[in-house]
């Protein structure tokens, strides 16, 4: 069988993609899954925390990128820069990254 992603369970491994994705100059989906916050009853703010991220480019890869909370800190790099991103919930992520004191830019586009 085939894998159907890339996991990344490191803070090098992630700063690694970081770099890639920076690379690339091309919009990136980025979507969170979180714990400890009930985003159809409370704000993310000062709650919550990252369990992984999915990021999916194709210029960089045809399969998405899974990264554990173990390597969230590696993505800060790309999170903060200016390159476009697409966000599944962009408000929500943006609490959730700043809950990892990871701040967002470059937000092109929020699906919901």
Avoid: C
């Avoid at 990252?50 to 960089?60: A, T």
């Amino acid at each position: 069988m085939s894998e159907a992603y890339h996991l990344i369970t490191s803070i090098d491994e992630a700063e690694e993609l970081s770099n890639r994705l920076i690379s690339s100059k091309n919009p990136t989906a980025v979507d969170t899954e979180t714990t400890g916050v009930n985003p159809r009853k409370e704000s993310a703010v000062r709650r919550g925390r990252i369990l992984l991220v999915s990021i999916f480019n194709p210029k960089v890869d045809v399969l998405p990128f899974v990264i554990d909370k173990s390597g969230v800190d590696g993505l800060a790099k790309f999170i903060s820069s200016d390159l476009p991103k697409i966000y599944a919930n962009t408000k929500f992520d943006q609490n959730i990254f700043a809950n990892h004191r990871i701040v967002t830019r470059g937000i092109f586009w929020d699906v919901i």
